[in-house]
């Protein structure tokens, strides 16, 4: 980047999200650490609730249920990445079934916060390495509901639903553009990178992805995770359920590659996979309040296609003098080859604007798809 106040860093991102209950503790743990410029995000989680028919009828009715989530997320250096994880599974309980789910993604960021200086630990052992990160990003309402309905009968996994605002297909459609809202709902899920190709067939099959204005999905690395196996809720008729179950082989095999479903579905050369991008990079960007809009014009002036902005609290704990607030995120998917000047056109704008509180954030996304 030229003349760029923006300083490159070689770091580790911390995407922890937990049920409400666990937020005090997590956000207690991170400040004994010492850890700063934590984005906190509201969020819900969607699981199946399994209940007996009613009026005597046999079968089982299947209803989604939602429980809130918050959504912690902070950068670290990589050496350090180890002992925050273990932290946080402490802090929120992770390993038990229904807590919430931790994944890490070695990325490259770009801010003007000085570096932080957190212990050097080993991660704790029982963390799955052959995981990826799938963000869905919806834009019809209601889509992700029947996305998350998809994938748990799928068993996929976990959805986590957050909202955002989207920019760029409805600024070319005109008058078409009131058929698109703005609002979106991001779906994150946290799958075995093994059937990642299989999976992201049928999430865009079923799930309807593949019909114009839907929205897209793209698919990320995972340095190292735990995944919340808990995706129906209800009685159980074992002492053990299959959640629990596929938990403990996990840890046993150390991995979930013996639970592959989908061997040879790389191989089928069918439509979808026709229309997968390659070569993309996510920017994820933190930025001041109110100069999100300003951002994505710029970056969008530079060869980004659109955007999904949100916005986020940010809790500073280890800098009492500044008690953080709030802030606003943006999403972008991106060609490799323009990377380069959409980080350009953020840092003349954030400089431009005064903005000390822009940070960006980069990894790699093997695999895009849109209509």
């Given at each position: 980047m030229s003349e760029a106040r923006l300083v490159p860093q070689p770091m580790t991102r911390v995407t922890c999200m937990v049920h409400q209950h666990f937020e005090r503790g997590v956000a207690e743990r991170l400040a004994e650490l010492g850890a700063r410029d934590i984005?906190?995000?509201n969020a819900r989680c969607v699981r199946q609730r399994v209940r007996k028919r009613g009026w005597g009828l046999l079968g089982q009715a299947k209803t989604l249920d939602d429980s809130p989530m918050d959504v912690f997320r902070l950068s670290v250096p990589?050496?350090?990445a180890g002992r925050v994880a273990g932290v946080l599974i402490e802090a929120a309980e992770l390993k038990a079934p229904g807590h919430g789910m931790l994944y890490t993604q070695d990325i490259v960021e770009y801010g003007c916060a000085e570096?932080?200086?957190i212990e050097a630990a080993a991660a704790p052992a029982g963390l799955l390495r052959d995981m990826a990160l799938l963000t869905c990003i919806?834009?019809?309402?209601?889509?992700?509901?029947?996305?998350a309905r998809v994938a748990l009968a799928l068993g996929v996994g976990v959805p986590v639903i957050c909202r955002g605002v989207g920019t760029g297909l409805r600024n070319r459609l005109g008058l078409l553009r009131i058929t698109i809202p703005p609002e979106k709902?991001?779906?994150?899920?946290l799958i075995p990178a093994h059937d990642a190709n299989g999976i992201r067939r049928l999430l865009i099959e079923e799930g309807r992805m593949d019909r114009p204005g839907a929205g897209f999905l793209y698919q990320t690395p995972i340095r190292e995770g735990?995944?919340?196996p808990l995706m129906c809720l209800g009685l159980q008729g074992h002492a053990a359920s299959m959640e629990q179950v596929i938990a403990a082989l996990d840890d046993l095999k150390g991995g979930t590659g013996w639970r592959k479903r989908f061997a040879g579905i790389e191989d089928r050369p069918e439509e979808v996979d026709r229309r997968t991008r390659r070569h993309f990079r996510e920017i994820f960007f933190s930025c001041a309040e109110g100069n999100a809009e300003d951002l994505v014009r710029a970056a969008m002036e530079n060869g980004a296609g659109g955007a999904t902005t949100a916005t986020a609290d940010c809790l500073r704990t280890g800098r009492s003098e500044d008690g953080g607030g709030a802030r606003e995120t943006g999403i972008l998917c991106v060609p490799n080859q323009v990377s380069d000047a959409v980080l350009n056109a953020l840092d003349e704008t954030a400089?431009?604007?005064g903005d000390q509180e822009l940070r960006v954030q980069i990894v790699e996304?093997?695999?895009?798809?849109t209509h």
């Open positions: 984005l906190v995000e990589r050496e350090a570096p932080l200086v919806l834009s019809m309402p209601g889509s992700g509901d029947a996305l709902e991001i779906v994150r899920f735990i995944a919340d400089a431009r604007s996304a093997p695999a895009v798809f």
